[in-house]
């Protein structure tokens, strides 16, 4: 260590802060977030300014690319090439700028996100607008600074006279701050600026009414009047931008869609791409080809449909699943006097109008100075003229160049500046008609000075030259809107026939939550037998379903969770295949088990509830609507507590009776009515009061008088009695014995409890699957007939040290 080094501590967060703040502020200001007044980031104004340093105007030949960025790495821009020339390129690309500032010769790239040429190959020169962002920038109207090393000057920002900012609208990410200001209509920003300077007090809503709303050089629908109202006022908003399309008949009656305008910013060839795959994958029926016709005549995408095909349905489709229709957010971020600042419209044209204001003063000062400076000459030329031959005489008698200017000064009066001039006049210029040049000269410098002096002594006249001038820019340069504005944002609704074909399938999911979607031609050709399913060894069919694809299910489970899931996201196997674990298709967690399994044709239904059954004896009842979801998680649908559980869940039309079992056998029936229609959160209300470690095993719904209620013990006895011996009670009450349990030591017992309880009207089938793996089938109709306190009869003779795991009622032939 030398004797002159010193070390001071500082701790590691103050440095690391001191250095990103500075790395951040130079981000900020010199390289992601455009000026306010120019519209131009750092790289921008230089690529610009180096053009027309080097007299690449438009009114010159192309130059070599390659020659302007290494003029601006060399001279303004210490950076990589690669980014001067991604700056250079974007200005050139008429779908990117509303008014391209670069004249590009070669290969510029296209909009299907093809990379430009090496700037070893490309050519270009100013377009004639962006002259429009440099004129007077020679007459002192804006400020210059020294460049990286100090060898030359560059602008801090360019005179822009007309709202470039706007004009062509910009993007950028900086270390905290992000930018994104879209185009605008040339014509209706200037108009704005023109109507702010004649009404400084103009509302958001007079300016609305002259600038409709960003325009976008690729065209489009834009929809969302309030986001824009929101992002002028605020400088933050959301629009929607929908391409421009048409539906044409074809021969044969087929129709073909056809787009001719897509979202700013959307790459080409990436949503024709993702259109095909739509139709490759069948996410939508209906589409027969998807061509790109795009060519010299403009952008054409079409997408030829199929005979009989929903053509308004499939393009409904395509703008919600693909990028014909995408999300477009302001963020109106701008540099104003060296600070990031978020900016409405009004500010944005304020801190124009005041960049103006500068540069006309600025420009009219620098003109004055001239004028005046020429003046003073032609004053002295004049007076010389009038004693011509004394004039003569003295530089005649003098010595040198500098003794003459002495001496005129001297004798005459004149200044150093006027004596300067007489001294280089020519001869010629003392003619006749040379003098009375001079004259008109001296008049009409005298008249610009006045003229400019009102200019400088002026609000209004200054301000009436700015409107004149950018009057004139917006009247050469003016365009049509390209983008259609549409105030309110149009829903798209998809009909489910759009992606899914209908077709009747069956649905079975098996007790070890195996699934699976088989076609009705499958299950034809196994022989339309259930006994031929495709089932792991020991495992059966606990629901089966005849639905429609276009059909949905409710999957309902014991916590109270339910899942919606549509039929055409089932997985499709051959009738004889397992099929697939129920949990790849739905998230339903190992502790849980379904209950219940409902198919719904239509979410609308008014007249339709769901009503909910738990194990203590609560029953609640909900509107069916309530439950339709997007999600494809979990949700709750009936809130059920911890020692609780739901056992049924049933769609109802709210016009029948309920009958609630328990496992000590006793029921109670009820007016489904007398349960109110409640939140799908709530807990419900009790159905029937519980002895204490009494539980509900089943929940029918009886119509009327007619059938029986079948009720059977876990040791497999089995009866039936008259709907007529359960007479309408009020819910919430003990209820009524439904079953007699024999006791003592002589007795051979019937059950400890009930196990399920069925509403019987016409005979059916029932399968009883055993713990060993044995099944038992019996029908309804050996079941005897008993009062409703009798012993009931054994029909399912399993084995000891066996139970019974599942009771199946098989559906009629």
Known sequence: MSVNEQ????????????????????????????????????????????????????????????????????????????????????????????????????????????????MRYTEARLSEIAMELLRDIDKRTVLFKDNFDNTTKEPTVLPSRYPNLLVNGVSGISSGFATDIPPHNLREVINACIAMMDNPQITLEQIMGIIKGPDFPTGGIIMGEEGIREAFQTGKGRIYLRSKTSIEDMRGGRQQIVITEIPYQVVKSRLVTAMENLRLEKKVEGIAEVRD?????????????????????????????????????????????????????????????EHQKEVVTFRSQYEL?????????????????????????????????????????????????QADAILILQLYRLTNLEIHSLEKELKEVNKNIAYLKSILGSLNKLLSVIKEEMSEIRDKYGIDRRSEIQGEIEELKVNLEVMVVAEDVLVTISNEGYLKRTSLLSFTRSGGDMNTIGLKEGDYVRYRLDVNTIHNLLIFTQKGQYYLLPVHQIPEFKWKENGTAIVNVIPIPKEDRIVSVIPIK??????????????????????????????????????????????????TDGRKDIILVTAQGMSIRFKEVEVNAMGRVATGVRGIQLKDQDVVIAAEWVEGEEGELMVVSDLGYVKSSLLLDYPIQGRGGKGIVTFEFKEGKRVRPNGTTLIRAYAIKEACTMVAIISGGEKITFSTETAPIEDRKSIGKLLIPYAKGSRILELLKLPQA
């Open 369 to 417: 100075d001239k004028a005046a400076d020429r003046a003073h000459v032609l004053e002295g030329l004049a007076k010389a003229l009038n004693i011509l031959d004394e004039v003569i005489a003295t530089i005649k008698a003098s010595k040198n160049r500098l003794d003459a200017q002495k001496n005129l000064v001297s004798a005459y009066g004149f200044t150093e500046r």
């Open 7 to 118: 070390i001071s501590p500082a701790f590691l967060e103050d440095l690391v802060g001191d250095r990103f703040g500075r790395y951040s502020k130079y981000i900020i200001q010199d390289r992601a977030i455009p000026d306010v007044r120019d519209g131009l980031k750092p790289v921008q104004r230089r690529i610009l300014y180096a053009m027309y340093d080097s007299g690449n105007t438009p009114d010159k030949i192309y130059r070599k690319s390659a020659k302007t960025v290494g003029d601006v790495m060399g001279n303004y821009h210490p950076h990589g090439d690669s980014s001067i020339y991604e700056g250079m390129v974007r200005m050139a690309q008429p779908w990117k700028m509303g008014h391209v500032l670069v004249d590009g010769h070669g290969n510029w790239g296209s909009q299907d996100d093809d990379p430009a040429a090496a």
């Open 602 to 651: 239509d979410f609308n239904d008014e007249e339709k509830s769901l009503v909910f059954v738990t194990r203590k004896g609560q029953v609640k009842r909900t509107e069916l609507k309530e439950y339709y979801t997007n999600r494809s998680i979990g949700i709750v649908g009936c809130k059920v507590s911890e020692l609780d559980e739901v056992i049924q869940v049933k769609l």
């Open 293 to 353: 016709e795009s060519g010299r005549n403009g952008l054409r995408i079409v997408i030829e449909l199929k005979k009989e095909a929903d053509a308004q349905g499939i393009l409904s489709y395509l703008l919600k699943k693909t990028d014909l229709q995408v999300a477009y957010s302001f963020n109106m971020v701008a540099i104003v006097n060296k600070t990031p600042r978020q900016l409405g419209i009004k500010d944005i044209l304020e801190a124009y109008i």
